[in-house]
């Protein structure tokens, strides 16, 4: 208290008073799982000395096990973009529900666009539209699955913000007309045959390629844009954001655009990845999204959590999913340890809150 | 009229439905002078605030600031014209760190063409921040904590400084110490006096009688709606304001109205 009457103390802008970040936690609880792996694959009597990310091979071309680190990451990868877009939202206080269906509905959009006209010789056979519809060149799926994905967020955003629907309810209904707009698109019948252009948007480790990107990308423009600050205020105090001029239901649609357009494009390479695009598509990816939100540190009531966070819970999600395979254990215990993941984390959190306070 | 009356208003009036929470308001303050506005719980001072600043919109009366006719359509317009507010609520955003919460709503900012992502610039924010603290002698720790991990004394502060920093015109603040420490409270009047001395207008709603009769130049009081008495502060006591507070005294020129 002395430091701060006046008379005393210093005005001072101090770099090494910064408080240890959240996200280190996180790459520490990363960490401590690899090395649980690690343990478990030397001790495990049927694992026969297996490593899990270092080459156990005798082999000195490399250290770690490649094929291991790209599968972790791939596999989620496109969960990993939605929840890119679930990150902003949540910061706002706010929650998306309707990813995972607008993954479906976009795929089967942008598949429909992006068809060949001939397979082996003969006429697509999943046809959705005419041959007016065949060959495009790859940027119309893309843009078109981006267009639908701002639509839905702006109905979002507009409901939430203009006519205060909690978010919650918003987006379940938007949860359930996204899958309602999926099946009937095509009647239930899968989508394929789309042209080579299409397919390469997300062939390989390009579903990787896209979500780091976007990651900086958002890194950056949550960190060191207006849209971010006013991100953070909303989600802080939305009061204080409205009466420092903020204009927050502008915002919140802003925001819920942003998001949806990301589970779209998600949709769009889910389905180029897939070379098809069925109606049951991204089942649970709004949920897997929202607890790769929390496991990053994420605060459901707002103003906390980032980009970093974010991508290092998708990358915890990975290696456990990754892990359990390795041990050779079912899915089902897989399912199990992320749910006890995802409230170890939240309750790790709220010590470490109230602590601070 | 004279450009040394700061702020004007006339038969200011806000109504709420049919509760009539603020009745023919006439107010005028000079050029450095600090009034206070005082009265009970309900006596229509935060609405008269709301009024001024733009947060509601008034029901009735015109407003004036410096000499000029003023309308604000939302509180960025009354700051935009040089009204800074310290609500009684703060309106201070937890999770972000002083510069943020000073700069909230009007970021310094490079690559302006980049609409909502113009890109801010940190590094003058955090410089005017440091100056707008000087110049109110308030004092904090290191501006890059979150508003989360400050006293109330400091998060007051903060909030008082943001008026600093933009150059204002006219400074309201809304019961600035009622949840402070003696200690807290101190300084915050410190600021008000360094403010005073500066010449900065000020508008103080406040219940506390002794820090009203140590920082002000007039008090205004407010009962039921309605302005009851306009008196300097060398013509009063606190028995005498209390009197006009509970309605046991009513200004000569406000009897009519008063009934």
């Known amino acids: 208290m002395e430091e701060t009457s006046h008379g005393t103390g210093g005005l001072t802008f101090d770099k090494s008073k910064r408080s240890w970040p959240n996200e ?3 790459l520490l609880a990363l960490i401590i799982i690899i090395v649980i792996f690690e343990i478990l694959g030397q001790a495990l009597p049927y694992m026969k000395d297996q490593s899990f990310l270092f080459d156990s091979r005798d082999r000195f071309d490399s250290i770690f096990n490649e094929a291991r680190l790209k599968i972790i990451i791939l596999q989620v990868a496109i969960i990993g973009i939605i929840a890119l ?24 959009i942008a598949m429909s666009l992006a068809q060949t006209e001939l397979v082996n010789g003969y006429p697509n056979p999943k046809a959705v539209f005419g041959v007016w519809a065949m060959d495009l060149p790859v940027i119309i799926p893309v843009v078109a ?27 379940l209904g938007m ?10 698109w095509s009647g239930g019948n899968p989508v394929s045959f789309p042209t080579e252009s299409f397919k390469s948007i997300g062939a390989g480790m390009m579903p990787v390629f896209w979500f780091l990107s976007l990651a900086v990308i958002f890194h950056f423009i949550l960190k060191y844009t207006v849209y971010g600050k006013h991100t953070y205020a909303i989600g802080s105090n939305e009061e204080a954001a409205r009466m420092s001029g903020i204009n927050v239901k502008r915002h919140k649609v802003l925001v819920y655009m942003i998001a949806s357009m990301l589970a779209a494009f998600a949709g769009v390479i889910l389905s180029a990845k897939a070379s098809t695009a069925q109606a049951g598509m991204g089942e649970f990816y709004e949920l897997f999204a929202i607890a790769m939100a929390v496991i990053g540190g994420i605060s459901l009531t707002g103003g906390r959590g980032s980009i970093i966070g974010t991508v290092l819970g998708a990358m915890v999600f990975g290696v456990i999913r990754s892990g359990f395979t390795f041990v050779k254990l079912d899915g089902s215990y897989q399912l199990m340890a992320m749910g006890g993941i995802i409230i170890a984390a939240v309750v790790l959190d709220q010590y470490r809150q109230r602590n601070k306070a | 009229m004279s450009e040394d009356i700061v702020l004007k208003a006339e038969d200011l009036t806000k109504h709420y439905g049919g509760v009539h929470a603020l009745e023919g308001a006439d107010f005028e303050m000079k050029k450095g002078e600090h009034v206070a506005i005082m009265g009970d719980n309900g006596a229509g001072k935060s609405t008269f605030v709301r009024q001024i600043t733009g947060v509601e919109q008034r029901t009735r009366g015109k407003v004036w600031l410096y000499g000029e006719e003023v309308n604000f359509a939302g509180p960025l317009d009354a700051r935009e014209a040089g009204i800074e507010t310290v609500f009684q609520t703060l309106a201070l955003a937890d999770d972000l760190d002083v510069p943020d919460n000073l700069f909230l709503g009007r ?27 000087e110049k109110t002698a308030v004092k904090i720790p290191n501006i890059r904590n979150t508003i989360q991990n400050m006293s109330g004394g400091q998060r007051q502060c903060v909030a008082i400084a ?9 400074t ?29 207008p000020l508008i103080l709603v406040s219940h506390n009688m002794r820090q009203v009769f140590d920082l002000v130049d007039r008090i205004v009081v407010f009962r039921r709606g309605r302005i009851c008495a306009n008196l300097a502060k060398a013509d009063t006591d606190p028995q005498d304001v209390v009197a006009y507070i509970t309605g046991a005294k009513t200004g000569e020129e406000y009897r009519e109205s008063a009934l």
């Open chain 1, 24 to 26: 280190m936690n996180i």
């Open chain 1, 85 to 108: 877009g679930v990150t902003q939202v949540i910061i706002t206080a706010g929650i998306d529900l309707s990813s995972g269906p607008l993954v479906a509905a976009t795929a089967m």
């Open chain 1, 145 to 171: 699955g981006l267009i639908f994905g701002a639509m839905i967020g702006a109905i979002n955003g507009t409901f939430i913000a203009y006519f205060r629907i909690p978010p919650f309810i918003a987006t």
């Open chain 1, 175 to 184: 949860f359930m007309i996204c899958r309602g707009i999926a099946l009937w």
């Open chain 2, 107 to 133: 970021e310094k900012t490079f690559a302006n063409w980049l609409g909502p992502f113009r890109i801010l610039d940190y590094k003058g924010m955090r410089k005017a921040t440091l100056a707008g603290l």
């Open chain 2, 162 to 170: 943001r008026t600093a920093t933009f150059q204002s015109r006219l």
């Open chain 2, 172 to 200: 309201i603040m809304d019961e600035p110490t009622a949840a402070l420490g003696v200690q807290e409270t101190e300084q915050v009047e410190h600021i008000i006096k360094t403010l005073k001395e500066n010449g900065e």
